[in-house]
């Protein structure tokens, strides 16, 4: 049975000893607010490159006027870039050298949207001329509004504990310290079960300084 906003805001009741009935609240805004900074902190935490987050999109066909394919509003991190029968293709860290070459490289930023650029000029003769491009990328963790919507994470539990060591902060240093010390070990048990790519498959994507993942 998945865990829901809904569910969440309960248990962050109970452990905080406050009753809300109102979903337009004050303090249930205020809690969903902390329930999203919660999942922020995860979705970053230690550069990690969770499982949850990790997808596979379909970019588009490289044409002889493709200079770039726009990545989706949520992308956060390239990983690889393939053609349709799966082959990795070269990526770079970015276009600064001034070099130009077969290989892809980001642009963009959060606020006005990502792109996958192309370094060189593909022609009619280009082996990846009309070749279908996908991208492994990790993306930005879904924040929740709803009361129905589901975290991406293993252990929802890490986000009641957070909260709840938040909301007791000023109020309760003993509860904190406790509240505190479950959502470290709900992480670190979320960061030991995570699927993390292997370092054999990164050093297939590239193996020279010059490239990288993402930007």
């Not at 009935?21 to 979705?43: M, Q």
């Not at 550069?47 to 990790?54: A, G, I, M, P």
């Not at 006027?65 to 989706?72: M, N, V």
């Amino acid at each position: 049975m998945q865990t829901t906003l809904k569910d969440i805001l309960l248990d962050i009741q109970v452990n905080v000893d406050m009753t809300t009935e109102d979903w337009d609240d004050e303090d249930t805004i205020g809690r969903i607010r902390l329930v999203n900074e919660a999942i922020r902190r995860w979705g970053r935490e230690n550069v990690t490159r969770w499982e949850e987050l990790f997808d596979t999109v379909e970019l588009g066909e490289v044409g002889e006027d493709t200079t770039s394919f726009p990545l989706p509003d949520n992308y956060k991190l390239l990983e690889a870039v393939l053609n349709e029968e799966g082959e990795l293709l070269s990526i770079k860290k970015s276009s600064k050298s001034g070099k130009s070459g077969r290989y892809f490289y980001v642009t963009g930023n959060a606020k006005d949207g990502h792109k996958l650029n192309l370094g060189w000029k593909p022609e009619s003769d280009d082996k990846l001329f009309g070749a279908k491009i996908r991208a492994k990328i990790y993306t930005a963790p879904t924040l929740l509004k709803d009361p129905d919507d589901v975290p991406q994470m293993s252990e929802p539990d890490y986000i009641v504990n957070w909260v709840s060591a938040e909301v007791l902060m000023d109020d309760d240093m003993n509860k904190f310290s406790i509240f505190s010390g479950k959502a470290d070990n709900d992480l670190a048990n979320m960061r030991e079960v995570n699927i993390q790519i292997t370092e054999g498959e990164a050093e297939n994507v590239a193996d020279d300084d010059d490239f990288g993942f993402g930007v």
